[in-house]
């Protein structure tokens, strides 16, 4: 079928008028033959079976059943009438009841004429009786298609209300399967669908919208469902292929002496087998030409510090300067002690640049960094003012991604005329199901392994009613010389009840843990960033025992010390946010603990986020769970890529076929990048398609 066609305004499909089609475009967002087409059954009624009167249960199973109605009767009831019908079959009699249209069925039901009806039955004064039922008479069922299962297409109050009801749409349906003879071109090469023994795709449409056996329709929806990802597959990697042909980089050939002896002398443990795995990729990117521009995933204390501060060798070893950002000041702090104490005696030159930093000691930096005399600088966003130049940067290392935006990033390299590699580094784990459709166009790694002798965080849900337990095993690890967080929620930092909350919770807290044995330290929004600054700094050079925050210490920040983490009202976080408040414990060499504490009354949803929390300390897991019970739209940082209207695929159910998808758009593209080989015609001529129309793929930002 010539693509053209299918591009036809739905307006001109007999059975659709201007009315209709403006409904089936503002609710469905259908507006040609194609968004028909694409518009897939939700799921499917076995219409195999008919069964007979006297075989009917009490379930709320839904049957069809063929029979003659014999008898129509009004009835009066307490408000306004209804309708019932008696229709009986060779076993027994039923009633058909309606509410709704009454007048046009009284002239429009034929009496002793053969019907087929189907619906849910109700056991209702020792009759069985169905209300509303979908019918049709037997001489037209059996002329129409033969279809085992009947598709439920999606469906909103406003398609019902106008008429267009499931019935409607399968109709309209068949119309557009008359007017194009359901010839649909071919989108897959020979190859592909033989190997992997795909239906082809007029058949794969024919049966998913009119299916003729289960069998059948199961092919269907796996051939329409790699369809769907492949394309989506292919497009992201060219995406991919194309900037790097385009964009340039600085190519770091050279492993040099610096990275070498650090290696050797100044690595303070044994690199787990992901850090190891993790820095061969990263180099792998760094000599080839073009630029970096690689996601790292770890979860909390997974040891992406040691990865960075790799990564910025290579760039030294190969005459380039290097810069690391993060989103706060604390965190900004403590990277530049950490990295400082790292690189010791490895005579690397290295800086420290955030707002706090006085202005007669930013010029020396500035200076040092023209002349290329200072070699790593760290820092908040005072890395991205004009004054800030480089000699020649190399390497721009983003810690904590989702505090900054693309447009800020980009400012980083916009100062050179090649950009610097580009290492983004993340602590929110985005399920690699995700991952793959998100960010196929950025290369990923994963560190997906603590370093070794970690113990295990211990988490617990504990009810209010046990808050003065909690207060005692506090005191008791407080004697140990341990620290504690005890963080509220304040999901907006303005909203006057959190801080209500947050205060009182702090008044109770101090009046249990009262002066001088014990010293609070606090920190919420609403402080000035000094403030905040100090107390914090009070809490990590031990001087306070316990920490009353909101979510502000969410990222990053590192008290080994610290080894409780206290979550108030932990119903009312998401799962993501819950997991990375746990990560800030669990960092020292003792034994941490995670306590949720919330009130008695609890949604499903938010028991299972609790149980997932006591359940598992892994990040991915987590973020596959979150994943599942808030859908992709909500998981952090891809609320702005739009992304992810599948119109058939599932992106975590058929997390298999995404990944067959991707290994196969990769491998084609490995031999033949311009889609130019005779056998993948077909295949490019679908993408430019898909390009040119932006079809079902128009999600792609
Ligand atoms: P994150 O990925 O959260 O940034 P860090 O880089 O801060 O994690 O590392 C967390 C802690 O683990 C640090 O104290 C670091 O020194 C330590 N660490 C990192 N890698 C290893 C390793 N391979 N073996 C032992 N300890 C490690
Ligand atoms: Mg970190």
């Known amino acids: 079928m010539n693509a053209n066609v299918l591009q036809t305004p739905i307006v001109y499909l007999k059975g659709v008028g201007p009315n209709r089609a403006e409904t089936l475009q503002s609710e469905l967002g259908i507006q040609t033959y194609q968004d028909l087409l694409n518009l897939f059954p939700n799921r499917y009624l076995d219409k195999t079976k008919y069964y007979k009167i006297a075989q009917l249960q009490r379930s709320n199973a839904e049957v069809q059943i063929v029979g003659k109605i014999t008898n129509i009767k009004t009835i009066e009831q307490k408000k306004g009438k209804r309708l019932v019908a008696t229709f009986v079959d060779d076993t027994g009699k039923m009633d058909l009841v309606w509410f709704r ?51 439920i297409y999606p469906s909103t109050e406003k398609l019902s209300a106008k008429g267009i009801t499931n019935r409607a749409i399968n109709k309209l349906m068949q119309q557009l399967f008359m007017d194009t003879k359901g010839k649909f071109s071919e989108t897959f090469s020979t190859s592909i669908l033989t190997e992997l023994k795909l239906l082809p795709k007029a058949e794969a449409m024919f049966n998913i919208h009119f299916p003729k056996n289960l069998d059948l329709l199961a092919m269907a929806q796996f051939r329409l469902k790699f369809e769907e990802l492949f394309y989506i597959q292919l497009q992201l990697l060219r995406k991919n292929m194309l900037r790097k042909q385009k964009i340039k980089g600085y190519c770091f050939d050279k492993v040099g002496t610096l990275f070498n002896k650090f290696y050797k002398h100044h690595l303070p443990f044994e690199l787990t087998n992901a850090q190891k795995r993790v820095i061969k990729e990263i180099r792998a990117d760094l000599g080839s030409n073009a630029q970096m521009n690689r996601l790292l995933q770890g979860d909390v204390g997974s040891g992406k510090t040691i990865v960075a501060v790799m990564t910025m060798l290579l760039a030294i070893d190969n005459g380039y300067q290097a810069c690391l950002m993060a989103p706060t000041e604390i965190l900004a ?34 200076e040092q960094l023209e002349s290329g005399e200072l070699q790593i600088l760290i820092g908040t966003h005072a890395l991205l003012e004009d004054k800030v130049q480089y000699q020649n940067l190399g390497l721009a290392i983003v810690d904590e991604q ?44 994963v560190i997906d392994e603590l370093p070794p002798g970690r113990k295990a965080i211990k988490t617990v849900h504990r009810y209010d009613a046990n808050r003065l337990k909690v207060f005692r095993f506090i005191r008791d690890e407080i004697k140990k010389g341990r620290q504690i967080y005890i963080v509220y929620p304040l ?8 801080y209500k909350d947050l205060m ?33 700094a009070r809490f990590v050079r031990g001087e306070t025992q316990i920490m009353v925050a909101t979510t502000v210490i969410e990222v990053g920040v590192n008290v080994p010390n610290a080894s409780v983490m206290i979550i108030e009202s932990a119903e009312r976080f998401g799962l993501s946010q819950l997991h990375q408040l746990r990560g800030r414990v669990g960092r020292g060499a003792d034994q941490s603990f995670c306590i949720l504490m919330t009130g008695h009354k609890l949604s499903a949803e938010a028991k299972t986020r609790l149980e997932t929390m006591v359940r598992t300390n892994d990040g991915f897991e987590i973020a596959e769970v979150d994943l599942r019970l ?34 196969y758009a990769m491998q084609m593209l490995k031999i033949d990048p311009a889609l130019e080989k005779p056998d993948n015609l077909l295949i490019r001529h679908a993408y430019s398609q898909l390009v040119k129309y932006k079809n079902i793929w128009n999600y792609i930002s």
């Open 101 to 151: 249209g009454q007048k046009w069925l009284r002239e429009n039901l034929k009496i002793n004429v053969p019907y087929v009806i189907f619906g849910k039955c109700n056991w209702y004064n020792g009759i069985f009786s169905m209300p509303h039922p979908e019918m049709e008479l037997l001489s037209e069922h059996e002329k129409g298609l033969k279809i085992a299962m009947q598709p």
């Open 333 to 366: 702090n403590q990277h530049y002690n950490g990295i400082k104490e790292l690189l010791e005696g490895t005579g690397v030159s290295c800086a420290l640049l955030t707002g706090s930093i006085k202005k007669s000691a930013r010029r020396p930096i500035h």
């Open 402 to 445: 989702h505090r900054f935006g693309v447009a800020q990033r980009s400012k980083l390299w916009h100062k050179n005329e090649i950009p610097p590699h580009i290492l983004v580094m993340t602590a929110t784990p985005i399920p690699r199901t995700l991952a793959m459709s998100l960010y196929g166009d950025l290369d990923i790694s």
């Open 491 to 498: 999901i907006q930092e303005s909203e006057a009840m959190d």
């Open 504 to 536: 009182d919770g702090y008044e109770s807290i101090a009046r249990d843990f009262p002066l001088p044995e014990y010293q609070i330290s606090i920190v919420h929004g609403q402080m000035k960033p000094a403030d905040k600054d100090y107390e914090m």
């Open 630 to 663: 808030r859908g992709p739209g909500d998981i952090m940082g891809t609320q702005q890529s739009g992304v992810l209207h599948l119109k058939i695929a599932d992106i975590i159910k058929d997390n298999d076929i995404l990944k067959t998808a991707r290994y």
